[in-house]
């Protein structure tokens, strides 16, 4: 009886702050999820609002707007990550080494994501400006036609995907850096005194060993891609048209142009589960990926 | 005895209530008022004459200044609550539909009938009609206009309507005179390219969504359009909206470089900068265009009236003020809002730099001394049109959605027939959705 006692308590302790934890985490995300099946202006309580079930959903199956939207963002989300994880890693494996100013190079590397995204997305205007910014200027110097950078559909798509890459990247050089440094020397002096290339070395020890971080780290950058928001409103607004109009920016807007916060919240549920799907295949990978890892850091240990 | 009692008794009374009358402002002196103002220049040349209402009757004031899409949302969640901050609020005016509807904003005429609050001196009339149908009155036709058994739920205060700013050299340079009606703008705005080169026609937002939407709609009502017709049937696909966005294509055609991501703020700095020849907006642009600091063109500007297309007709928009249905403090709030957009109010808060709200002030010998252009703007607010952009709950997604198949039209060549059609087709599913032909047989 008394061991059973003893056995409970430390359960007891935690029981307070375990259950603070889930109503702070689980509560906003149910209330969204119930927002999801009301017809919810924000003139309203939200106990004022109509039940309407599974409404909401149902329009958005045929909804041309939120359709383009997600396209947009899922390709979006695709370029930047997949750009972003080459030259992330890439810089890594360049400046993993210890030369002098090494240091210095790193902090400026990572200066572009310490800044707030509405700056950059000001910032980034200015430069992509059809007659006084950066870019226009520069073309006209050699000679070159102007670029319509955000007045073009597809030139303005392809703007706020190197406005990103030149944020988000050093997020993954500095994520791989800190793997590439822990990665166990044994592994690889074995490799060189067995006589692996540079190049042998990348591919068939440092990225296979990097690969359960690279995962997370794609993952977060994925999540953070799908949720982007601030840079593309003020660089374009979602326009021309639809053509940058990311998920995000389509929720807001309902919520707050359109006040229909029941049918932003369904929009809200969907992203979020394609996130957790995501999430958790990409986890079930991670853990497959760990283990063959172990196994090849224990080969080589050998 | 009683005599003597009773002659005293009613002296002490006379007397009070004749120190009531001489000051209606006595019974809330002390009162704090706390007020929602944008950012915005309007409110920021009133807020510069709030020491005064202070001064004269000892009411106090707090002003809660915000960005104005923030403001919107600060106030969505405000006037929700049983008991809110604000005693007084602007809102931007396609918010009256959302507040009068839910019941949010108080009817003004219990206020107004109260002879201890509203001053006799008041004089409604002067007040600019299309700005008070547009941006106060709700309840009569279609519900968001003014009509017989319509009411105000606000009084404008910064509110707008358009002009056309021009450049005066360039035009005298060439010949041009002013254009008048929509074929001599069009034919102006894609002469001056060829006449000056760098230089645009015209400067227009053009931004994907609301700009877009709002640039449309600026053409539309002059040439004789509307989004819909008495029965709420869309009409914007006829041959009146197929002209709006042709005119609209063609102004950002010959206007400035990069002139599809206007919004109206780079639209007026390519005017102010040299740009483009014309500009075509609300009249709060005008003392940018004046002050050295930020503007090339100073004095060489020149303002007309929106040019008329088959009818005349300049937008209205802007803001007005409105007391809160959960405000604490509501008849001292009136009497503060009843301050600012009275005739010496109005003056005071125009000679800061406000947008008036009364015709008398435009024609104030001081303010023409001051602002030398305020003359033409007081002509064009006797065609100020109320009824140019509908006012109605659900008008947020209809907006983006114009606005957003314009920047198709503008960018990527949609026939705008084909647009407009689309348009409509949405439209009407989404008044459907609304109940808007419920009534229909």
Redesign the interface.
């Known amino acids: 009886m008394l061991a059973n006692a003893n056995r409970m308590t430390p359960y007891l302790f935690l029981a307070p702050a375990a259950l603070i934890m889930i109503v702070a985490l689980l509560y906003p995300i149910g209330y969204m999820i119930y927002a999801s099946f009301l017809d919810w202006n924000p003139s309203q309580r939200i106990g004022e609002a109509d039940w309407i079930g599974l409404r909401n959903y149902t329009e958005l199956l045929g909804d041309a707007a939120f359709r383009e939207s997600f396209w947009v963002t899922l390709k979006f989300a695709s370029i930047v990550v997949s750009i972003e994880m080459v030259l992330g890693v890439g810089l890594a494996l360049l400046l993993d080494r210890e030369l002098r100013g090494m240091t210095l190079l790193r902090t400026v590397f990572i200066l572009p994501m310490m800044i707030a995204p509405i700056v950059v997305g000001l910032v980034w205007r200015y430069m992509y400006h059809p007659t006084v910014g950066t870019f226009n200027r520069f073309l006209d110097s050699i000679g070159l036609p102007s670029a319509p950078w955000l007045s073009d559909g597809d030139w303005a798509f392809a703007s706020i995907v190197i406005a990103d890459i030149w944020q988000w990247t050093p997020f993954i050089f500095i994520l791989s850096l800190a793997a590439l440094q822990s990665l166990p020397r044994s592994a690889m002096e074995a490799a060189r005194i067995d006589g692996a290339t540079g190049w042998q070395l990348i591919w068939h020890i440092k990225l296979p060993l990097m690969l359960p971080v690279l995962i997370v780290t794609a993952l977060l950058r994925i999540i953070d891609a799908f949720k982007v928001l601030e840079v593309i409103l003020v660089l374009t607004n979602g326009g021309p048209g639809l053509s940058t109009e990311i998920l995000a920016l389509r929720i807001s807007r309902t919520a707050s142009e359109f006040r229909e916060l029941g049918y932003a919240a369904a929009m809200s549920n969907l992203l979020l589960i394609l996130l957790l799907v995501l999430t958790i295949a990409m986890f079930a990978y991670t853990k497959l990926q760990e283990v063959r890892a172990a196994r090849l850091r224990q080969a080589a240990e050998d | 005895m009683l005599n003597k009692w009773t002659f005293t008794g009613a002296a002490v009374a006379a007397a009070i209530a004749g120190a009531a009358a001489a000051n209606p402002y006595a019974p809330y002196e002390g009162t704090t008022l706390v007020v929602n103002f944008p950012a915005h220049p309007h409110y920021d040349a009133a807020i510069n004459v709030l020491d005064q209402f202070t001064e004269e009757t000892g009411i106090e004031v707090e002003v809660d200044q915000l960005q104005y ?1 923030r403001m ?2 600060r106030q ?2 405000e ?2 609550k049983d008991e809110g901050d604000y005693d007084l609020i602007a809102y931007v005016v396609f918010s009256k539909a ?2 009068v ?2 019941d ?1 904003l108080e009817n003004l005429a219990k206020y107004f009938m109260n002879p201890a609050l509203a001053d006799p001196s008041y004089d409604q009339s002067d007040l600019i009609s299309g700005y008070v149908q547009n941006i106060g009155v709700a309840g009569g036709a279609k519900g968001y206009l003014p009509g017989q058994l319509g009411s105000a739920f606000g009084i404008p205060f910064g509110s707008e309507t358009s002009v056309l700013a021009y450049r005066k050299d360039i035009f005298e340079k060439h010949g041009i005179e002013a254009p008048e009606t929509y074929d001599e703008l069009l034919d102006i705005a894609c002469k001056i390219p060829e006449l000056e080169p760098g230089m645009g026609g015209m400067a227009s937002r053009a ?4 700009q ?1 939407s709002h640039a449309f709609l600026l053409h539309l009502a002059p040439l004789g359009g509307r989004v819909f017709d008495d029965e709420w049937n869309p009409i914007i696909n006829n041959e009146a909206g197929v002209a709006a966005a042709n005119a609209l294509k063609t102004i950002v055609d010959c206007g ?6 206007f919004g109206p703020a780079e639209a007026a700095s390519a005017f102010r900068q040299g ?1 483009a020849a014309m500009f075509m907006d609300s009249i709060a642009f005008a003392a940018g265009f004046e002050d050295p600091t930020q503007s090339t063109v100073v004095g060489n500007v020149g303002y007309a009236m929106h040019p008329m297309g088959v009818r005349r007709g300049s937008q209205t928009g802007g803001f007005g003020l409105g007391i809160p249905s959960n405000a604490p403090n509501k008849e001292a709030a009136f009497l503060l809002m009843q301050w600012l957009t009275s005739k010496k109010g109005d003056l005071a808060v125009a000679m800061e730099g406000g947008n008036p709200s009364r015709f008398s002030t435009y024609q104030d010998a001081g303010l023409n001394e001051k602002f030398p252009y305020s003359a033409t703007f007081g002509e064009a607010l006797e065609f100020a049109d109320p009824d140019w952009r509908p006012i109605i ?2 008008w ?2 209809i ?3 114009i606005g ?2 314009m ?2 039209v ?3 060549g949609l026939d705008p027939q084909k647009a407009l059609d689309g348009v409509a087709e949405r439209t009407r599913a989404t008044m459907d959705d609304a109940g808007y032909y419920a009534w229909q047989e």
């Open positions: 899409l919107r949302e969505t969640l006037l929700t959302d507040y509807y839910a949010q931004a994907s969504g609301h877009a400035p470089e990069g002139g599809t991501t740009q709950p659900v947020g997604s907006n983006a959605d957003t198949t920047s198709q503008l960018t990527e």
